[in-house]
């Protein structure tokens, strides 16, 4: 179904801190391999900052990179990441599940999340944002007022990698600005600036959380069961790149069949990215014929045919009904039936490669009146 994944609370790295008398304190980041979802992996060496004082500068590297086996998969491409924080709990209770009783002061806003140029005639990736500490200009957070010279800023790091641009991996630096202890500020310190209290601990939590993987693959974009004959399907390409179509297939199960009853093959064809194809019936309405791709001839679906997109390998790409079951009349309930109705797949939804699984249109589409073309001929893929 949803392609969109979100994981929480995926540990990657533990920051942790300790104010010594007034002195210094140890910051240590622990790195823990972490496969996510088979489509990151993350490096599993120690991040250890060791001991280090008052208004030091430190900088730690770790690296995002896809797995294996997400590289070996031909359905996905992107993957879009943050590098999250929270505060990190130093006493549980006994209880199941146990409770944090005491959270440790927050060493988080001392931190900063930085990507690493890969190439110096190329510059910083534009794919990933940085996440900067009180330190440094130019971070996202919102400061009162706006120039305030040392502003606290939390927030979350962000990545993205993409096999069909060829960035497999990414490589960041967590660094600590350590403050002065309170009562104990040098003259070089800018005003305002914040200080530490001398016998807090300080620690925190960074993690990986993946928020999104994209389809490399086309999908179904728009299914029209109109009046007569005004059925169409639409394919859209959400890839960087074009896609050949050539040997792709639409198959149509129908009644509750578990083999096709009728094939469309799509013609040799490339279609762009962010393009639509359109399939429709030869003696479909004018208005769909105007944007119509490859009109056919055969008897295409009624409410209850279940339909199917398939690559030149014959592998599924995306499943409209369920294959082998006659819902009788149609799935769904109103308004998102498929029956004489116009469905829109919803934005950054990609598509369903399952066709024995439930199927509920309402989950995946938007449903609209019958005869209603007019959203056929393109589609929004990223929400507004």
Known sequence: MAKKILLIIITLLIVVGCVAALSAFEAHVI?????IENALRVSDEELDFGTVFPQEYLEREFTISLSSSFLSANRVDDVDYIIAQKPRCKDWSDDEPPICLEY???LCKFLSKLNIEEDEDEGINENDID???YYQEGGIGVCTPPDKPCCI???EASGRLAKSEEDTEDRWVVDLKVPPIEGFVGQDWPEDCPTIEA????????????????RIQPFLSEYIEG????????????SGSNIDLTGYKIEQYFNGSSIPSNIITIPSVSLASD??????RYDAHPEVLAVCDLQSGVSLFNGNDAVVLKNSSGEILDVIG???YDPETYWGSEPVTTQNHTLVRKCEISGDTNGFDFFDPAIEWDGFAQDDFSHLGSHTYFCP
Request: charged content about 20%.
């Open 153 to 155: 800023r939390p927030q």
């Open 275 to 280: 393009d639509v194809y359109v399939v429709c």
């Open 227 to 238: 009046s007569s004959n005004n059925k169409a399907l639409e394919i859209y390409n959400p």
């Open 131 to 133: 996440a900067k500490s």
């Open 199 to 214: 016998e807090a601990s300080y620690c925190c939590e960074l993690w990986v959380e993946v928020t999104g993987i994209s």
């Open 322 to 324: 369920e294959i082998g």
């Open 31 to 35: 790195n823990v391999t972490a496969h």
């Open 104 to 106: 440790c002061e927050s």
